[in-house]
């Protein structure tokens, strides 16, 4: 057993998986004051991966933690936002990031997932969490006293709650639902490089580029302070769709962006080959907590990845489940006085329905993105429509984080495809020949 920070006996919380939702549940209850014991599958602490998009959601947390300035150092604060179809190049529309900054507060952030895992690792560490690798949970169970995880090797562990940051593939979800992760039939490349190696492919060093394509697209922004640079290739695998196994593979990256424009078909050759990521989500759930247990991040809400908001979403959770542990130590109660089940029951009211909003957006997102023929001339449309300063898609989510149900905003009016009219031969011609001025 790998151990950082050991305290001896039982701590107040435990928490199972220390990906980014379980050590910034950890930060977010030990800066409250109770003692915190994060235990963690792999030999070391880590993410894998490349870039991830921050919102000011999620920066307005990383500010009350203070920990935003840490994370503006490691990561950048692009100027827009901008999505281009896939096929032409053309723009679509753009968010103006830094009016999005002034109107919500706070930053729209690019960083790389390794720093922001670390920036909470270090935070950790300094609030004397306890911090434990190599250690496989295999079973939970309430007890009389709160919950117990039983590991891998047979010791068990013991707290008044036990929170399930373990991903994916969570052991604790079982214990709620019978579920399955469902497969959307996309796969993700990666691939973060040195800004030197793309400057002369007509990149945006400034902006995070969205190339929205037929049944694909490709995502760009610099990293750590401008000095790198970070792809994302995702398309859906025919070998998927065709019930194959070995799915997702390189041959399928470069078949699936034929049609594209120059500058992603610049791009795929820097992409990572020998590994990519197949999206994979969960329908929502309504109930994360079981007894003294409680699911938290992708354990209990699992997205596709298109609104980018699975990672803020797990570390808003742990902001809100601590914001109630809060108010119950606010009026003068001790730690060993707190009523879990009055603060699990706070979050569990609140923090389901805000993840199901975002899950199945992303789905209706991924599929809007993905949109060929006619529907991506009407998509095409509707996104030129729209002016760079309405915020009216961006107010349900990059609001205020909820504490209770009545502070969730309303979702977004949806426009429906077929508002727009488009002639249908311009659906027919070559894609790379098509204008839809
Ligand atoms: C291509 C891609 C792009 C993305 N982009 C963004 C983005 O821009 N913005 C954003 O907010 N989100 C993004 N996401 C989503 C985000 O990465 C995840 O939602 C987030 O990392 C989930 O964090 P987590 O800690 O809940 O789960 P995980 O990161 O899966 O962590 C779970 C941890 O639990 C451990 N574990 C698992 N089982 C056990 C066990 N039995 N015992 C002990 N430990 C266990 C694991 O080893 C792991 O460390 C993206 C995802 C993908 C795939």
Redesign the pocket.
Known sequence: MNTQNQHTGQPDVIV?????????AAYALARKGLNVRV????KE?G?V?A?????PN?TRILHEYGLLDEAKQLGVLPESIVMKDAVDSSELTRLDLKDLEQKYGFPYM?IH?SDLHGIFLRACRRAGVELLTD????DFQNSGRGARVT?EDGHVEEAGVVIA???????ARKLLVDDQPVNSAYV?Y?GAMPIEQVRDNDISETDVVLYVGPQCHFVQYPLRGGAMFNQ?A?FESPKAMAGEDDWGTPDELDAAFEGTCSQVQQGLPLMWRDKW?R?FDRDPIMNWVHGRIAL????AH??L?YM????????EDGWVLAEHVGRQLATGAGVADLDWAVALSAYNAVRPEHCRRVLTTGRVWGELWHLDGIQRLQRNAIMRARDTYDYTFTEWIYGNTALFPDDEPPMYPTIPLDSVEVAEEQAQEPRELVTVE
């Open positions: 199972v998986g220390g990906g980014i939702g379980g050590l910034s235990l963690e599958r792999a602490f993410e991966g870039g991830m998009q921050i919102a999620c690019v997932r250690q496989v949970a295999v590991f940051a373990d991903g994916l593939h969570s052991v993700a990666r994302v995702v990521w999206m938290l991040g992708d354990a699992p997205p990845q980018a908001q699975g990672a803020i979403m797990a570390i």
